[in-house]
Structures are given as structure tokens and as C-alpha cells.
């Protein structure tokens, strides 16, 4: 959910300004980029402390603090992209790249944690 809360404001934000003609994608990319790194390290580390205190297993708190980590920094790349491509196709983004957006969120987020999830297990 904390992917698709970040992905959605992004996205907000950008198709509001690409429905005004005032959008620079590269410029929109590396700042979102940024801030979905520093939101995704810094959730990733407050999520993994207390999944380790609660589970007290090292494990799961890596498991949980990366995927989260790597969930929150692609979300907003997530969220550019989407819309950019249905702007391309002649289409109004703001209609179809809500309900699209957030699925494409939600299946990238799941096979991240399984992914990572899968890695950790293996390896221990």
C-alpha cells in the first residue's frame, strides 16, 4: 500500500501539470526518483526496526525494510511512466492511468517481496 500511496501522488501531481503543458519528464524523473529513495530508505529502515522488534527475526525485518525500500523508490518512476505512455497514445492520462497505475504498482510491489523474500530465505 505505502508504493501505491506515493505512486498515486506523483502521478497526481504530474498529470495535473501534463494536462497544463508544463512538463519536463526528465526533470519530473530525477526528482521523484530522489524522493522515492529518501522515502523508501527511510520507511525501510522505521519498518524494518519494528518488524525485528516484533518478530525478532533478522530474516523477516530484512525482508520487510528492503521490499519496502525497493517498492517506494519505483513507485514514482512507476507513476511517470504510465501516464507519460497513455499521453503518447493521444489518450487522456487522467483517466485510465489511475486505476492501471495502481495495478501495475501492486503486481511490481508483490513480485519484489517475493523476490527479496526468496533471496533471504535461500540464503539462510
Known amino acids: 500500500y505505502m508504493a501505491d500511496a506515493v505512486g498515486t501522488q506523483t502521478e497526481t501531481v504530474y498529470v495535473r501539470n501534463l494536462g497544463r503543458e508544463r512538463v519536463k519528464f526528465k526533470v519530473y524523473l530525477i526528482k521523484e ?16 526496526i519494528f518488524a525485528y522488534l516484533f518478530f525478532q527475526d533478522m530474516s523477516a525485518a530484512m525482508t520487510v525494510s528492503l521490499a519496502m525500500f525497493a517498492t517506494m523508490a519505483t513507485a514514482p518512476v512507476i507513476a511517470l511512466i504510465i501516464p507519460t ?40
Do not use: R
Request: proline share 4%; no cysteine.
Open 33 to 48: 526518483l530522489a524522493l522515492g529513495l529518501f522515502t523508501g530508505l527511510l520507511f525501510g529502515v522505521v519498518i524494518g
Open 85 to 124: 505512455l497513455i499521453k503518447k497514445e493521444h489518450q487522456d492520462p487522467a483517466i485510465g492511468a489511475g486505476p492501471f497505475t495502481t495495478v501495475v504498482q501492486d503486481l511490481i510491489s508483490l513480485f519484489i517481496y517475493f523476490s527479496i523474500a526468496s533471496v533471504i530465505i535461500l540464503k539462510g
